[in-house]
């Protein structure tokens, strides 16, 4: 166990922010989960986008690559999940422990924003999120945009479970760079982004939510159009499986492939093709 030195990872999370557009801001929204960090940008009269990031040490900054094109159609917000890596501040006994309680969270920071509903994506754990609060709170969801979503539509493979392993049970920053170049298939993933990934070693987050995939019939019912963006060489899940489960239970989802990129390798490292597709997902119709 390396220890968490909150520093180290200050200095790694502000070098990544410096990558979004200039004109970003830091915003604290306050709920009763305790105090959320949003990174945003684009004009402040624009229909908001809340985007989330996804689990095991991922947070806002990673959206940088796309940061600046969604910002000429949207008011972005990506967050610090609570409880999680990142510079959002949990209370002491209140930071999420249910879905109800992501769901609640979600609720109270989109009312800190101003926005009675957004346009909202999200990244692996980020998408699980994003899809369960359009599923328990539709009205404040306009558009869905799921990238690579774990445990939404299928499981996690077998050979995924056992590379991750090591880095759950003895975390260290060697067993995070070893377990994410596996993952990406030795592709080199940005430094800086790296770095804060092995900054978040040992991070004091609390036990992530997880709850069974959305039920067949909830995903039936849901009267949201989605974007599904899934990563061709995602070695997470069977990305095929995951298009087909989708489109045979969501009944208004459009699919898109990523070509040769991971699913860790997202959002950061993700093809200009990401931002294209949530663009005219969000500006159709």
Sequence with gaps: MTGYDGEVFRVAYDKVLAKWPAEREALTVRTPFGATRVNACGPRDAPPLLLLPGGGGATSVSWYAQAAELARIRRVYAVDVIGAPGLSGPAADRHPRTVADLTRWLDALQDG???????????????????????RAPDRVRRLFLLDPTQCFAGFKTAYLLRALPMLLRPAPRRVRAFLEWETGGVPPDPDWLALQEAAVDFPAAKPVTAPRPAPQALRALDRRVLLLVAANSRTHDPTEVAARAAALLPHVETAVLPDVSHHALPQSAPAALAHHVIDFLTRG
Excluded: K
């Design 113 to 135: 924003l101003g926005a009675a509903s957004t346009d909202l994506g999200g990244h692996s754990y980020g998408g699980w999120i994003a899809l369960h609060h359009a599923l």
